[in-house]
C-alpha cells in the first residue's frame, strides 16, 4: 500500500512538474517584428496594449485602430494578442510588430493554467520594455494585468466594450475604467462601481476606428454582380438589408432572432427584401437552420466574416442591427461614413450614433412590429433614407473621428502617465 501511495506521490510530481515546465514554455511572449521600426517619443508613456480576442469584431477594430494611431503618433506602444487569431493575421497585412501568448490553450480542467501562464506572459513583457501603463481590452484578463501592480511599478486600465459590470469584484486596484457608450457611465453610476472597487475614474471615450478605408472606396463593379458574387444568386429587385454583427454568444446577444423574422413578416406581407449577415460565430449554425425552417433561403444569406465592409455598406440600402444590449456600435459609425441610413434599438448604445429622425432611426427594443415598421419607412422613402446617411456622415465625422478620439485617449494616458 505504502509503494502505491509513493507511485502515486511521484507521477503526480512527475506531472506536475512537466505541466509546469509546458507552462513555463507556452508562456513565453513570441515577438513578431513587423516591416519597419517605430521612431519613439521617449517624453510619452510605454503602453502594453492587451487583446486576447481570437474572433474580430469592434473591440479588436478598436485595438487595432488605437494601435496604429499609436504607433504613428511617436508612443513606444506594443500589443499583445492570442496566436492564430484574427488580429494576429491582419498585423501581419498591415506589417506592424506584435507579441503572441499561447495562454489560450489552457482551457477546460486546465484553465487555472491560463492565468498562471498570462501573468508569467505580462511579468516578462514588463521586465523586457518597463512599460508604464497597460491597457487591457477584455475583463477576463485584467486581473493579471493588476497582478503585475506588487512587482512593477505600472498603471493599469480597462475598456469595457460589454455593456455589463458583472464578474468585478477582481478589478480592485484598477487606475482608471473607460466605458465606450454613454449609457454605460450611467449603468456604472447606478451599480456604484467607482466606489465598491475603488476605482479612481470612469470615463467615456468612444471606440476608435479606422476610417481610410471608408473615406476613400471606390467601387469595382455593379450592385448586381458584387451580391451575385458574395451570395451566389442573381438579385430580383428587392431591397438590400446588411447586418454586420458576430455570433458569438447566445442567441440573444445580437438578437439574429428577431431580424430573421422581421424578413419572415416582410415576406409574408409581399414586400420582400434580402437580408445579407456578415459575421461570424458559434450561434451562426442555429441561424441558418431557423432561416431554412422559415423557407427563407432565397432571402436570408450568411457570408460569415466579411473584410470588405464598406463594399458591403455601399452596395446595401441600409444597415440595421438588432441588438438588446449594445455599447455603442461601431457598425452604425461605419454605416454612417458610407452614407448609409441604419435602423438600431431603442435603449442602447445605438442612441449616442442614431439621433432619431436625424441620423438614423430607433425602434423599440426587440419589437418585431415596430422594426418592420422603421424598415418599411426607409423602403418607401428612399429619399428620406439618403438624408439620414447625409446626416449621419457629418454626425460621425464631428464625434467620432479617429482624431477626436484619439485625443482623447491621449489625455487618458497623459493622467495615467503622472501618477507617481
Known amino acids: 500500500m505504502l509503494k502505491k501511495i509513493l507511485a502515486t506521490l511521484i507521477f503526480i510530481a512527475a506531472a506536475a512538474a512537466s505541466g509546469y515546465a509546458i507552462l513555463l514554455k507556452r508562456s513565453h511572449p ?13 517624453t510619452k508613456p510605454k503602453i502594453l496594449l492587451v487583446c486576447l480576442s481570437i474572433g474580430m469584431g469592434g ?13 504613428a503618433n511617436g508612443y513606444d506602444a506594443s500589443l499583445l494578442i492570442n496566436e492564430n487569431s484574427a488580429l494576429e493575421a491582419q498585423l501581419k497585412d498591415l506589417g506592424l510588430p506584435f507579441y503572441t501568448t499561447c495562454a489560450n490553450h489552457f482551457s477546460g480542467i486546465a484553465r487555472p493554467l491560463y492565468h498562471l501562464a498570462l501573468q508569467a506572459t505580462l511579468s516578462a513583457l514588463c521586465k523586457t520594455k518597463q512599460f508604464d501603463i497597460i491597457h487591457t481590452n477584455n475583463r477576463p484578463e485584467t486581473p493579471d494585468a493588476l497582478s503585475l501592480k506588487k512587482s512593477h511599478p505600472v498603471r493599469v486600465v480597462l475598456t469595457q466594450h460589454v455593456p455589463t459590470f458583472k464578474h468585478f469584484s477582481d478589478l480592485r486596484g484598477l487606475d482608471e475604467l473607460v466605458v465606450v457608450g454613454p449609457r454605460m457611465v450611467e449603468m456604472a453610476q447606478n451599480a456604484n462601481i467607482q466606489n465598491h472597487f475603488s476605482i479612481p475614474m470612469i470615463s467615456w471615450i ?12 471606390t467601387p469595382q463593379e455593379s450592385r448586381e454582380a458584387f451580391f451575385h458574387e458574395i451570395i451566389k444568386q442573381d438579385l430580383k429587385p428587392y431591397p438590400v438589408i446588411c447586418m454586420i454583427a458576430n455570433f458569438y454568444g447566445d442567441l440573444d446577444h445580437k438578437n439574429h432572432v428577431l431580424m430573421i423574422r422581421a424578413v419572415k413578416q416582410l415576406v409574408d406581407k409581399q414586400k420582400p427584401v434580402y437580408v445579407v449577415f456578415a459575421g461570424d460565430g458559434s450561434s451562426r449554425p442555429a441561424m441558418e437552420k431557423m432561416a431554412t425552417e422559415l423557407g427563407l433561403e432565397e432571402y436570408i444569406h450568411f457570408l460569415g466574416f466579411y473584410k470588405n465592409t464598406p463594399a458591403l455598406l455601399h452596395h446595401s440600402d441600409m444597415m440595421v442591427l438588432t441588438s438588446k444590449n449594445e455599447a455603442l456600435g461601431i457598425v452604425y459609425l461605419e454605416a454612417g461614413l458610407m452614407k448609409k441610413s441604419a435602423i438600431g434599438a431603442s435603449g442602447t448604445g445605438a442612441e449616442a450614433v442614431l439621433i432619431n429622425e436625424k441620423t438614423g432611426l430607433l425602434f423599440k427594443n426587440n419589437d418585431l412590429d415596430d422594426l418592420v415598421a422603421q424598415i418599411e419607412r426607409l423602403i418607401d422613402s428612399p429619399d428620406f433614407a439618403r438624408r439620414l446617411g447625409q446626416n449621419a456622415y457629418q454626425h460621425v465625422m464631428q464625434n467620432f473621428s479617429p482624431d477626436v478620439v ?4 491621449q489625455k487618458l494616458y497623459e493622467r495615467l502617465g503622472s501618477i507617481n
Do not use: M, R, W
Open 30 to 42: 513570441i515577438f513578431y517584428k513587423g516591416a519597419s521600426v517605430p521612431t519613439t517619443d521617449p
Open 59 to 71: 473591440g479588436e477594430n478598436h485595438i487595432l485602430a488605437l494601435y496604429k494611431k499609436l504607433y
Open 406 to 409: 484619439f485625443k482623447q485617449y
Open 206 to 217: 468612444p471606440p476608435l476606428l479606422s476610417i481610410e478605408k471608408f473615406l476613400t472606396f
